[in-house]
């Protein structure tokens, strides 16, 4: 991770947004550690909105309180996703290490009260998944348009703490139930805990006032403070036909990242996603899917038991499930394909093909305060590794399937079997599965024992 110091400057980051859209980004994502923390925040806002880039926040709303949502409405924000860890705040503290339930709630009434499109993203794992229909009452209480249900994906701090998060073939099977039946028609009920949470948990927990030393103290830790944080797994939505490009324009203060791709590298990781399909706006409801993505979803759930059938269903309510990578029988592709659709811009300017790719060692990352994206998207050798099928080993250079998941994702690879050209170990087709289910092995053994792991690990803060 970069230091406070190290970020790009407001003008930086303008720059940036500029030469996004001159190359045909659509997309601007705004993501974290906590993008609010970023004092210039509703000036990039307004950056974007100028190179005509849709803009999507992506934060734990701490410290967004009813001036700053004003403010980047009136800027130009279009979306706002709001991550939360659990619909109980003492859930919520254990991931994120600071008590924020109510102000994440605060937060949502607000956003409520705006034109604009919302998503509430929520993380689930080991700890959580069995109460999946409370998870899914109080999300959709919250109002948003669209709901994230994000399993935990293992890059980062999140392989760190996998023993203790990673859910059973069980817990997962039963989720899948669950799913089916909250979303054909039936209600989940609102118990206590979950009207508790949306009524009354503000008085239970410190207020947090929004000041930039109160979110700053607040996100010690990262996203929601020193937590495992958000399964962004948008951050990771990128659709197919998208070209996207994610930047980072600040510096996060030590985020476990329990779900997103990589440990933040930002307080604002400031998403520049861009699509190539021309994709104006980001509705409340899921785009439709190509077959191509469609049989890709399929495969990857048909070891934990998802169907055709319960993705439409889910898809009508506006909820998207995300499956653990490890009972997949197919890999996703990574991010759509390294060098594909997706550029990362770190806080202190480099720019990568995923939110992960810096656990890859001895990949040289251009910096944007050197060159323009237009020849770093073109012309870098890092871009350039992994782009395409031409690189692929077998299974996967023989394989029908490789121009949908490209051999899957190549930091996973690398994470598992020290390869980053191997074929993602979580292909049942991979000489090297059997390390994904040694893993699952060990986890599907645990009942009521404790794991080895029985503590999670958290991130320090970078000097």
């Not at 309180?65 to 860890?85: M, P, R, T, Y």
């Not at 339930?101 to 604009?116: F, G, H, N, V, W």
């Not at 495992?228 to 939505?237: D, N």
């Not at 009508?316 to 653990?324: G, S």
Request: some cysteine; hydrophobic content about 35%; glycine content about 8%.
């Amino acid at each position: 991770m970069a230091s406070r110091k190290q970020e790009l400057t407001t003008a930086e980051w303008v720059k940036v947004f500029g030469q996004a859209a001159a190359i045909g980004m659509l997309h601007v994502h705004l993501t974290g550690g906590e993008p609010l923390l970023r004092t210039d925040i509703v000036e990039l806002v307004a950056a974007a909105r100028a190179n005509n880039l849709y803009s999507n926040l992506i934060t734990s709303g701490v410290g967004l309180n009813e001036q700053k949502l004003s403010a980047l409405v009136n800027a130009g924000l279009d979306h706002i996703q709001l991550s939360f860890q659990d619909s109980r705040a003492e859930g919520a503290s254990a991931i994120a290490g600071v008590n924020a339930l109510s102000k994440k709630i605060d937060a949502a009434r607000l956003i409520c009260e705006t034109t604009l499109a919302f998503t509430v993203n929520v993380v689930v794992h080991r700890k959580n998944i069995d109460r999946l229909e409370e998870l899914i009452a109080f999300a959709q209480e919250l109002g948003p348009q669209r709901i994230e249900i994000a399993n935990v994906q293992y890059y980062g701090w999140a392989m760190e703490n996998r023993d203790l998060l990673l859910p059973s073939r069980e817990q997962l099977e039963q989720s899948l139930e669950t799913l089916k039946r909250v979303t054909s028609g039936a209600k989940a009920p609102h118990n206590d805990t979950v009207n508790a949470g949306l009524k009354a948990c503000a008085t239970q927990e410190q207020e947090i006032s929004g000041s930039d030393e109160e979110i700053t103290s607040a996100a010690k830790a990262g996203n929601d403070s020193r937590g495992i944080g958000t399964a962004e797994a948008v951050p990771y939505q990128s659709k197919d036909g998208d070209s996207t490009v994610e930047a980072v324009p600040c510096q996060s203060e030590g985020k476990i990242t329990s779900g997103a791709k990589a440990p933040s590298n930002g307080v604002v990781n400031a998403g520049l996603k861009a699509c190539a399909t021309q994709e104006r706006e980001i509705s409340g409801s899921e785009k439709e899917m190509t077959s191509a993505t469609r049989e890709r979803r399929q495969d990857a759930a048909e070891t934990a038991g998802e169907t055709p059938a319960l993705e439409e269903t889910l898809a009508a309510a506006h909820i998207q499930f995300v499956t653990p990578d490890y009972y997949g029988k197919f890999p996703k592709p990574c991010m759509g394909g390294w060098g594909r659709r997706l550029m990362l811009i770190d806080p202190a300017g480099r720019a990568m093909p995923c939110h992960a790719a810096a656990v890859i060692p001895d990949i040289q990352f251009e910096n944007v305060r050197e060159r323009s994206l237009k020849s770093i998207w073109e012309e870098s050798a890092a871009f350039q590794m992994f782009r395409g099928t031409e690189w692929l080993q077998e299974p996967c250079k023989s394989c029908p399937k490789q121009t949908q998941d490209f051999g899957g994702c190549r930091c996973q690879a690398f994470l598992l079997t020290g390869d980053a050209s191997a074929t993602d170990p979580v292909c049942s087709l991979s000489p090297q599965r059997s390390r994904v289910d040694d893993v699952l092995q060990i986890i599907n053994a645990v009942k009521e024992t404790p794991p080895p792991q029985t503590q999670f690990s958290y991130r320090t803060n970078p000097q």
